[in-house]
């Protein structure tokens, strides 16, 4: 039995453009999550800026993701909501991990080599050391379980890499817990509705691609008709989905957003061509999407209750971390100042 509290930890990056894939991979898990867990939920704007951002729009971004975050329905009351570059654990106990972390480790990443593209020695430092970040946001908390994605599987496994090897050689058995990752459930990966193979994503450079918070009824449905399908009628059983990428994320999104089984998507909708799913997809989109875009609209009136939910949430995030990272450089050797 694990000694550590159970805790949620898990970040969005503020980088505009919010996405379906973003929605049901991440955030509509935390929602179901906080009713189980003590979570944190945080909004990684130091891991934003491993990419330029124009500083100017960088603080209206932060503030959507925390508007999606509450719009979604996390209670601020209850869980943890706090902008990353606030609490500085985060940076501190980065550098200290990044001398646990190893270069090897760091080059097996594939997110970096898919971000870097071909000239990787043009790549930011901080690009390459993002997973140790993340790391540490998540170990500033002893933090036991991190929804998210199926893309962040890899930066997840070398957090644990990291909490081992730091419990191993600093001879603090257990002092981090191992950070479960939590990819369950439908849409662990919504994929592109240009490409069924390609992850739906902010930097696709097609809007078509994906959904986003601030597509409205016309657009969604506009999306949905003109995503890639194939000639073929939709299979009665989950089996016929093999080798239609297409399908298979259609199908996908459809059970994740109702909440029903890929299996019972194929009961209603096999032996049908796209032109009756996709209509209803649309629609069901628009249910689920178009109140929590709007209450993220209504709370993006009032930046000051934004920004107030933010700073309680850094002040109880600090509790926290701050006792954690005491002990860290405790065990590293600094010497604590006197006061
Ligand atoms: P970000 O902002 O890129 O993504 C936020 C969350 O959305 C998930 N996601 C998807 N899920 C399903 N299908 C998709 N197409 C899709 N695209 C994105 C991501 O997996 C993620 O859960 N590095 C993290 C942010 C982070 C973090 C952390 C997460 C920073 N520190 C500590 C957990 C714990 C990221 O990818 O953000």
Redo the contacts with the bound molecule.
Sequence with gaps: MSKHTPRV?????P?GNL?L??Y???ISKFVTMQHEYESIF?V?DL?AITVPQDPKLLKAQTREIAAAYLAAGIDPTKSIIFQQSAVSAHAELSWILSCQARIGWLNRMTQFKDKAGKDKEKASVGLYV?PV??AA??LAYKATH???????KQ?LELSRDIATKFNNDMGTEDFFPLPEPMIQGP?????SLRDGTA????SDPSDLSRITFTDDADAIAKKFKKAKSDPEPLPSEEEGLDGRPEAKNLVGIYAALSGISAADVLSEFGGQGFGALKPRLAELAVEKLSPISGEMRRLMEDTSHIDGILSQGAQRADDIAAPILRDVKEIMGFLAPTS
């Design positions: 930890f898990s970040g969005v990056q980088t996405h894939g973003n049901l991979g991440a945080c990684v891991h993002y970040l993340m946001d998540i991190v929804p998210v994605g199926e893309d962040q930066h849409a662990t990966r919504v994929m992850k739906m994503s902010k």
